[in-house]
């Protein structure tokens, strides 16, 4: 596992952006699919964004598909959330996730992703 550890959370007016990051520890960064999820109190975490190791793939959920943009630096343990156009509805805890990467799985999902970081709050206000 990796540990990892996310920042760049805030508030924001809607229509704004902001960046995330996610900075993880220990060896082998390039060869986990990393993920961000979000969660409201109440709510189960959802889908937000994944990037494979090499950064050939990446998904999106429907609601943030050309707001958002994942993006990785694999010689700085490091990966990104580009929100642009943001919306009340985006108030959320944000949370980095990985997952040892392995063919064919599911990019649209929580499956197999079992390291977490603490969360960033985002507040988007109208």
């Known amino acids: 596992q990796v540990q990892l550890v996310e920042s760049g959370g805030g508030l924001v007016q809607a229509g704004g952006s902001l960046r995330l990051s996610c900075a993880a520890s220990?060896?082998?960064?390039?060869?986990?699919?990393m993920g961000w999820f979000r969660q409201a109190p109440g709510n189960e975490r959802e889908f937000v964004a994944a990037v494979s190791p090499s950064s050939i793939t990446t998904y999106y959920s429907d609601s943030v598909k050309g707001r958002f943009t994942i993006s990785r630096d694999n010689a700085r343990n490091t990966v990104y959330l580009q929100m642009n156009s943001l919306k009340s509805e985006d108030t959320d805890v944000y949370y980095c996730?990985?997952?040892?990467?392995?063919?064919?799985?599911?990019?649209?999902?929580?499956?197999?992703?079992?390291?977490w970081g603490q969360g960033t709050q985002v507040t988007v206000s109208s």
């Open positions: 220990g060896r082998s960064f390039s060869s986990y699919t």
């Open positions: 996730a990985a997952r040892k990467y392995k063919p064919a799985q599911p990019m649209g999902t929580l499956y197999g992703f079992d390291s």
